[in-house]
């Protein structure tokens, strides 16, 4: 029986090794204990970006004297899912307009101003912790060469402007030649720009993961949870895990693609799709011994040809190499990646596709003058929802169980403050409209309903 079969999905061993990875932090198989606590006041099922904000936000916003107790447990190694085989790119978006249509601008735009507040959020989060992990602000190319694109760039953001005019010192659409001019992408006519930041996301969740075992938060790696249990008597839930059982009386599933193994409710709800990245080297020019850039910033960033047939992803890092992912459109239609959680193996319709990339799009790269290498290829699972909205809030008639999972493969802009959020949800009793959590991103009985066809 093949992984995308089984009737939930779970981490698999032997995984592909991603670039971030290379060099595993100390914690990467870290275990506070030797032995698995049999009880503790949070549980955190998940240890990557969702997980590690979580228990980041807990021990620093925390007051109680003595702090409650917190155990993050992982199934594999820290990092070692999504947040470790992302595309480094931390990029607000925008709802397309179906969003609009159907819940409105207003609450779109929150969607929109709340992104944004991750870029500032972000920053000083790094900056505050001391944590070297190549952030760098930058500009951002959204790319198109076909004119219906441009018209639905024009028209997405005309819209958002109208209802905040500040937007437009922040966002704009550059279209014809210009365009090509500006990012440096062969023929295309239209071109999204915004400010935006890529990263080493595994050295940053590291980082802050430090943080949290050195303020009590007791961590086990190599622990999978096996099963969910009921509520007993004194309030506490119960989970199997691979070296035994643990109570909790609060939980969180910060478990993105994998949450239907352990939550069957959201089976359909938020499911996995498995989702390719490459690593590329390029050699420094014989002449000046440097190594070229794209478009009209050292350091700027793509995303080329959306929405239609798919898009690619792509920053360009500090020491001349390129991080780029995608080519869901060499796939798409067979409908492979979606429902299926093995990322021990490559997605074979994408075989070979960023060979030579980098000469294809940009028009500073020139056949037989310049030298690319893909040397790293990996595949990552990704949690998406059928309304390609995250589900964040107290688990639908479960009292004390919580989630933040469901991100679209877009979980950069949205978890730092999301989890946030939910920590006021979880130590201070805040309901979930008390928060700045966007009012679409709520965790609800009625969106349990909404699901895909598999």
Same mark, same amino acid.
């Given at each position: 029986?093949?992984?995308?079969?089984?009737?939930?999905?779970?981490?698999?061993?032997?995984?592909?090794?991603?670039?971030?990875?290379?060099?595993?932090?100390?914690?990467?198989?870290?275990?506070?204990?030797? +032995?698995?606590?049999?009880?503790?006041?949070?549980?955190?099922?998940?240890?990557?970006?969702?997980?590690?904000?979580?228990?980041?936000?807990?021990?620093?916003?925390?007051?109680?004297?003595?702090?409650?107790?917190?155990?993050?447990?992982?199934?594999?190694?820290?990092?070692?899912?999504?947040?470790?085989?992302?595309?480094?790119?931390?990029?607000?978006?925008?709802?397309?307009?179906?969003?609009?249509?159907?819940?409105?601008?207003?609450?779109?735009?929150?969607?929109?101003?709340?992104?944004?507040?991750?870029?500032?959020?972000?920053?000083?989060?790094?900056?505050?912790?001391?944590?070297?992990?190549?952030?760098?602000?930058?500009?951002?190319?959204?790319?198109?060469?076909?004119?219906?694109?441009?018209?639905?760039?024009?028209?997405?953001?005309?819209?958002?402007?109208?209802?905040?005019?500040?937007?437009?010192?922040?966002?704009?659409?550059?279209?014809?030649?210009?365009?090509?001019?500006?990012?440096?992408?062969?023929?295309?006519?239209?071109?999204?720009?915004?400010?935006?930041?890529?990263?080493?996301?595994?050295?940053?969740?590291?980082?802050?993961?430090?943080?949290?075992?050195?303020?009590?938060?007791?961590?086990?790696?190599?622990?999978?949870?096996?099963?969910?249990?009921?509520?007993?008597?004194?309030?506490?839930?119960?989970?199997?895990?691979?070296?035994?059982?643990?109570?909790?009386?609060?939980?969180?599933?910060?478990?993105?693609?994998?949450?239907?193994?352990?939550?069957?409710?959201?089976?359909?709800?938020?499911?996995?799709?498995?989702?390719?990245?490459?690593?590329?080297?390029?050699?420094?020019?014989?002449?000046?011994?440097?190594?070229?850039?794209?478009?009209?910033?050292?350091? +700027?960033?793509?995303?080329?040809?959306?929405?239609?047939?798919?898009?690619?992803?792509?920053?360009?890092?500090?020491?001349?190499?390129?991080?780029?992912?995608?080519?869901?459109?060499?796939?798409?239609?067979?409908?492979?990646?979606?429902?299926?959680?093995?990322?021990?193996?490559?997605?074979?319709?994408?075989?070979?596709?960023?060979?030579?990339?980098?000469?294809?799009?940009?028009?500073?790269?020139?056949?037989?003058?310049?030298?690319?290498?893909?040397?790293?290829?990996?595949?990552?699972?990704?949690?998406?929802?059928?309304?390609?909205?995250?589900?964040?809030?107290?688990?639908?008639?479960?009292?004390?169980?919580?989630?933040?999972?469901?991100?679209?493969?877009?979980?950069?802009?949205?978890?730092?403050? +999301?989890?946030?959020?939910?920590?006021?949800?979880?130590?201070?009793?805040?309901?979930?409209?008390?928060?700045?959590?966007?009012?679409?991103?709520?965790?609800?009985?009625?969106?349990?309903?909404?699901?895909?066809?598999?």
């Amino acid at each position: 029986m093949t992984q995308s079969h089984l009737p939930f999905p779970v981490p698999v061993p032997n995984a592909t090794i991603p670039f971030w990875r290379t060099n595993p932090h100390p914690l990467d198989t870290h275990r506070s204990t030797a +032995s698995l606590p049999q009880k503790t006041d949070i549980l955190i099922i998940g240890a990557g970006y969702a997980g590690i904000s979580t228990a980041y936000h807990l021990i620093t916003s925390s007051s109680s004297s003595p702090p409650p107790s917190i155990v993050l447990l992982e199934a594999r190694e820290i990092c070692s899912g999504a947040t470790g085989r992302n595309g480094g790119h931390l990029r607000p978006s925008v709802p397309f307009p179906e969003l609009i249509e159907k819940y409105g601008i207003a609450a779109c735009l929150e969607i929109v101003l709340f992104e944004i507040a991750h870029m500032d959020a972000m920053k000083s989060l790094i900056e505050k912790e001391g944590i070297v992990c190549d952030f760098t602000l930058t500009g951002g190319h959204t790319v198109t060469k076909d004119p219906a694109t441009v018209e639905f760039m024009k028209d997405v953001l005309g819209r958002y402007i109208a209802e905040c005019p500040d937007l437009a010192e922040d966002y704009t659409v550059v279209v014809g030649e210009e365009a090509e001019k500006q990012s440096g992408v062969k023929g295309v006519i239209g071109d999204w720009q915004h400010e935006v930041a890529h990263l080493w996301p595994y050295k940053l969740f590291a980082g802050l993961l430090e943080i949290c075992v050195k303020r009590g938060v007791n961590l086990q790696t190599n622990t999978a949870v096996l099963k969910s249990g009921g509520r007993d008597e004194e309030g506490y839930w119960g989970f199997e895990t691979e070296r035994g059982d643990v109570r909790a009386k609060k939980v969180v599933f910060a478990t993105n693609g994998y949450t239907a193994g352990l939550l069957p409710e959201y089976k359909d709800v938020i499911a996995p799709r498995k989702a390719l990245c490459t690593h590329i080297v390029v050699k420094p020019s014989a002449e000046d011994g440097k190594v070229k850039r794209m478009g009209n910033g050292w350091d +700027s960033t793509y995303i080329i040809e959306p929405p239609l047939g798919g898009f690619d992803y792509l920053i360009q890092r500090p020491d001349g190499g390129v991080v780029v992912g995608g080519a869901n459109r060499t796939y798409k239609e067979d409908g492979s990646g979606l429902g299926d959680w093995d990322d021990s193996s490559m997605i074979k319709p994408a075989e070979g596709y960023f060979e030579g990339y980098l000469e294809r799009y940009f028009s500073t790269f020139k056949k037989g003058e310049d030298e690319e290498t893909v040397d790293m290829a990996w595949t990552g699972i990704q949690g998406h929802t059928p309304d390609s909205l995250p589900h964040i809030g107290a688990v639908p008639g479960k009292e004390g169980q919580f989630i933040i999972a469901g991100f679209n493969g877009h979980g950069m802009p949205v978890i730092h403050l +999301s989890s946030k959020g939910l920590v006021e949800m979880i130590v201070e009793g805040k309901k979930f409209e008390e928060t700045r959590i966007p009012k679409l991103y709520e965790a609800t009985k009625e969106r349990l309903g909404v699901k895909f066809v598999l």
